[in-house]
């Protein structure tokens, strides 16, 4: 049955290898390549002059170590491997082990367990001595195993009294890491100490070779604890003792709030461009928040308007996007149009509530005027998220399970063009800040996304009714995608 099951993972890999995939993996890895490649040649003078006080070779362990909770964020943010078997699977004589044991398999053959290990050793390879190159690819590379074998029974764990006991363990198995990386380092560290007998290179290879090999049986005995609590792991099809379902969830029960939490929660496009969003734009507020460059703007942070509402953009600019694949089921139910935009409008206010208070202790602590802070929330909310919602009218089918990594599906050019609205609040906001004194600024953005917020039941209003103009023709057109 083993040889089924890899036949059957070789033809799905043959079928979902894409081209595109590819060749923007492939320029990706180009350009780290020639960035550290470039950073090598910059530096080699300085490295070769420089004195380091202890033996590079000696931060091996360390080094594979160090690229565990990295490794993890990753794993979880786009790491979406099986870890049930399909229903045509349960009909044949497969059992609970050899079924861990594929997983186990296409988690090592996975291509997340390979990128930052084969990073970090083309790194080693540059900067140290060669030998220790592919020894830091295989403790690396049992660290992102662990990783996935983790991540793997988080999944498959059907509830709290099976996930809490993974939160302990993995903290357990990094501190017994770390502990390994640092004796490595210690034991390297104090063969160096006295001055008068020289550090024998063969000493300091038979360390890293020893501390290796133990960090590596810590790796193994991990993966196979893990990998055993995966063969125990049931959900709830398969207890002995299934729960009986009494009820089922009513109409009642749904909601177009439920709706907005939902589509961000299990489409991975709108995830992953919220997450990456929120990251990236909070740490540019605090960061320049901590320099000088927002003096030339009047004392406001060029990024503030952006941390708080950038978020919110990249769901408005989906507007119907999403309820276009199941749009015969939504208007079923006894919402309105205006109904489902209203709230539409409300949630997505309710996270540039969310990022200011993320961005609020840049007032507390870092200086950042109040009144700037608050103004720039009324501003995002009404001025700068609210003009999207007229997207409504041009909303295309968007491909809800897949990356936004080059794909352009469920837009169109009408949208795109759309978009660039966003200049027009963007130009106001900053041409405040620079052209007028502080507190007229503070009044005129702040005043400006009072009034908006005081009108958008209008405005929406006045789209909803071009919606419903239109309604035919937009069905027709999602109907056809």
């Not at 460059?293 to 769901?315: H, K, R, T, Y």
């Not at 009408?414 to 200049?423: D, E, G, P, V, Y």
């Not at 007229?440 to 209003?461: D, E, K």
Request: proline fraction near 4%.
């Amino acid at each position: 049955m083993f040889k089924v099951l890899f036949r059957l993972w070789l033809s799905q890999k043959r079928r979902s290898f894409s081209w595109r995939t590819f060749i923007a993996g492939a320029i990706l890895t180009l350009y780290f390549i020639v960035l550290v490649v470039a950073v090598f040649f910059g530096l080699r003078e300085q490295l070769a002059a420089a004195t380091i006080p202890f033996e590079l070779a000696a931060i091996v362990p360390a080094l594979a170590v160090s690229l565990g909770i990295s490794d993890l964020i990753i794993k979880l943010l786009w790491r979406r491997s099986p870890v049930e078997m399909d229903d045509y699977l349960r009909t044949r004589p497969i059992g609970q082990r050899m079924w861990a044991r594929f997983i186990l398999f296409d988690t090592c053959m996975g291509f997340l367990q390979w990128i930052l290990p084969c990073g970090i050793a083309f790194i080693a390879a540059l900067f140290m001595p060669l030998w220790t190159a592919p020894l830091v690819l295989l403790l690396a590379y049992s660290i992102s195993v662990v990783n996935a074998v983790f991540q793997n029974c988080w999944r498959r764990a059907p509830g709290n009294e099976w996930t809490l006991p993974l939160v302990p363990a993995y903290m357990l198995w990094l501190v017994l890491t770390w502990a390994v990386a640092i004796g490595c380092f210690v034991v390297v560290g104090l063969a160096g100490d006295d001055p008068s007998t020289p550090v024998q290179q063969s000493s300091v290879v038979w360390s890293v070779l020893l501390f290796s090999a133990l960090l590596l049986l810590v790796n193994g005995l991990a993966v196979y604890a893990l990998q055993s609590y995966f063969c125990r792991l049931r959900n709830h099809n398969e207890e002995e003792h299934a729960p009986v379902v009494v009820s089922a969830r009513q109409l009642g029960e749904v909601s177009v709030w439920s709706i907005e939490w939902t589509q961000i929660m299990r489409s991975k496009r709108l995830r992953m461009g919220v997450i990456a969003m929120a990251v990236l734009f909070l740490l540019n507020t605090y960061m320049q928040q901590s320099s000088t460059i927002q003096n030339d703007f009047g004392g406001v942070n060029i990024m503030l308007l952006f941390g708080i509402a950038f978020p919110s953009i990249i769901v408005a600019q989906w507007v119907l996007g999403v309820e276009a694949n199941y749009f015969s089921g939504v208007w079923t139910k006894p919402w309105s149009v205006e109904g489902i935009l209203r709230r539409k409008f409300i949630f997505l206010c309710g996270m540039c509530v969310v990022m200011a208070l993320l961005i609020l202790p840049c007032v507390v602590f870092m200086g950042m005027n109040f009144w700037t802070w608050l103004a720039t929330l009324l501003f995002g909310c009404g001025v700068f998220v609210l003009p999207f919602m007229a997207t409504c009218l041009y909303s295309s089918r968007m491909d809800m399970f897949s990356s936004a990594f080059f794909n352009y599906q469920g837009g169109n050019k009408q949208l795109n063009f759309f978009s660039f609205i966003m200049f027009v609040p963007m130009a106001i906001y900053f041409a405040s800040y620079f052209l007028l004194p502080q507190p007229w600024s503070h009044v005129v953005v702040g005043g400006l996304g009072l009034v908006a917020l005081l009108l958008h039941r209008r405005y929406i209003h006045w789209v909803a009714s071009l919606w419903f103009r239109r309604r035919y023709e937009i069905m027709e057109r999602w109907l056809s995608e």
